[in-house]
Structure formats: structure tokens, C-alpha cells
């Protein structure tokens, strides 16, 4: 079954810390660029960080940036998100998703060829006291 599976959400205190981790079955990751993106009630999707397929260009968003640090272990199938001094603003669903047609990654932007178009399931994000 191809798919994309997201875990390592759950309720953090804030200034916490917590290690996000997409694994792919099905198909190989490593052809792919990654990209992270969360929703919050009420908001509009965000992109959060994107990692490439090949050199391991990251790119952040300005809102986690120096806090949120994305890697990929090919032979695991997998990217990682490790969120440290969570603050209550990142309370959301993060998603991995891939961009089959493509993505360019640099330290300024990510951007699909077409779009990402293949997404995981979400894991839950909270950040409270």
C-alpha cells in the first residue's frame, strides 16, 4: 500500500520539544523532495519546511525558523521534523507531503513543479500548559 505515515505528535508543555516522523511505505522517499505543512483551527494551511531530494537544501518558514530543523534518512524511508521551544502558535495537524511532478528547494522557498499531491494522514500538534 503506498502511503505516507505521520507520528510523534502529542501535547507539549511550552519551550518543549518534540520529533516529528514521516515514513513512506510503498514506494521511495529518497526520489522525492519532503515537505512539512500544519493547519490550526480556523486557519489556512502553512508551509512549514521542505527538505530536497538530493543536495539536502532545507527551507524553514520564518515562524519556526532556528526552532524547527528537518532531515531525511533514506535508508529509513523517512524525514524527520524536530521541533524545539514549541510555543502554543504551533499547535496544529502537521502533514508530510511529496510532490511527485517535483519541488525546488531552496533557503528561501519551496515550490512544487505542479503541486504536492500526496499527503499523510496528520499528526496532532499541542502546545499548552
Known amino acids: 500500500q503506498v502511503q505516507l505515515v505521520e507520528s510523534g505528535g502529542g501535547l507539549v508543555q511550552p519551550g518543549g520539544s518534540l520529533r516529528l516522523s514521516c515514513t513512506a511505505s510503498?514506494?521511495?522517499?529518497?526520489?522525492?523532495?519532503i515537505g512539512w505543512f500544519r493547519q490550526a483551527p480556523g486557519k489556512e494551511r502553512e508551509g512549514v519546511s521542505c527538505?530536497?531530494?538530493?543536495?539536502?537544501?532545507?527551507y524553514y518558514a520564518d515562524s519556526v525558523k532556528g526552532r524547527f530543523t528537518i532531515s531525511r534518512d533514506n535508508d529509513k524511508n523517512s524525514v524527520y521534523l524536530q521541533m524545539n521551544s514549541l510555543e502554543p502558535e504551533d499547535t496544529a495537524v502537521y502533514y508530510c507531503?511529496?510532490?511527485?511532478?517535483?519541488?525546488?528547494?531552496?533557503?528561501?522557498?519551496?515550490?512544487?513543479?505542479?503541486?504536492?499531491?500526496?499527503w499523510g494522514q496528520g499528526t496532532q500538534v499541542t502546545v499548552s500548559s
Open positions: 507531503a511529496v510532490g511527485t511532478h517535483g519541488v525546488v528547494v531552496s533557503t528561501t522557498s519551496c515550490r512544487p513543479l505542479r503541486t504536492f499531491d500526496f
Open positions: 527538505i530536497s531530494r538530493s543536495d539536502g537544501t532545507t
Open positions: 510503498g514506494f521511495t522517499l529518497g526520489y522525492y523532495a
